[in-house]
């Protein structure tokens, strides 16, 4: 049997809309994202379970776990038996890449049992069809991390699509997730069609910076950098009390506050564990709706997509 696990990640990074995105793993060692796996058998079967099975489209077809079998199934010309297992565990819609979790951990999973030995480039560009066969456009900020760790950097160059970015290990991510969701395409609908040349410079000013930052290990800069001027002005619209949150959260000791891919998760990064904590707890009491919510203090997940022991 082969078993692969691939983790949440954050799209956008705050300033890097579309081309920044980071894998992230709780410090507590919870495995925060799905989990495929695969075995021969007599028959096909497609079996879901885990927190968030039950949010997944009746209709097997529609399942992207089903069309990655599909693709691989198709390109092999192999029509074996198989009996696949889908762990959700990632809640849909959250912005923290459910989508890019199942995709990165079925394609995987199926290149292995497959035997195709696609490069690493082909399995991007397929985790980046399937993505698009989802939100409406191809894009790699959650599905590129999610398979090799780490903060990532999207060119869409044809010879090196994705870049690691160096990042700071002191820095520790506190996520939450409130229990409720926010669809991509309301997120995206809800952005401008223009923007002003200002705001287009200012958001080349803030990235270019910020990567600057990465390579020069100065995190104070990259920190005062680390500002979205493409997607949260608009999206705050979708978060109730956005502002408050930040600027409450921020009062506590955290560097910064933003929305972690279309939302409605946000991220927050702390220098040290009480201040993590104190933020942590703050969150869970005051934005947290639901038993379904969660706040996890996370660090980068330099591994990305892997098998795990059964």
Known sequence: MIKIYAPASIGNVGVGFDILGAAITPIDGTLLGDCVSIKSSNTFQLNCYGNFSTHLPSDITKHITWKAWNWFNKKTNKKKPISITLEKN???????????????????????????????????????????????????????????GGLQLITNDIQYPIQKLPVFKNWLWIIAWPGITVSTSSARNILPLHYSQEECVQNSR????????????????????????????????????FLYIKKTIKKLGALTCNISGSGPTLFSICLNISIANKVKNWLEKNYIKNNQGF???CKIDQLGARKIRI
């Not at 049992?113 to 985790?127: A, D, G, N, S, V």
């Not at 995190?219 to 705050?236: G, H, Q």
């Open 90 to 148: 990632m809640p849909i819609g959250s912005g923290l890449g459910s989508s890019a979790s199942s995709i990165v951990a079925s394609v995987l999973a199926f290149n292995y049992f497959y035997k195709t030995k696609l490069t690493t480039i082909e399995l991007i560009k397929l985790m980046g069809t399937l993505e698009g066969s989802i939100s409406g456009g191809i894009h790699y900020d959650n599905v590129a991390p999610c398979y090799l």
């Open 206 to 241: 803030n990235l270019s910076t910020f990567i600057h930052a990465l390579y020069t290990q100065k995190s104070e800069l990259a920190i005062r950098f680390m500002k979205d001027t493409i997607a949260e002005p608009y999206r705050i619209l979708l978060i109730k009390k």
């Open 295 to 297: 706040v996890h203090i």
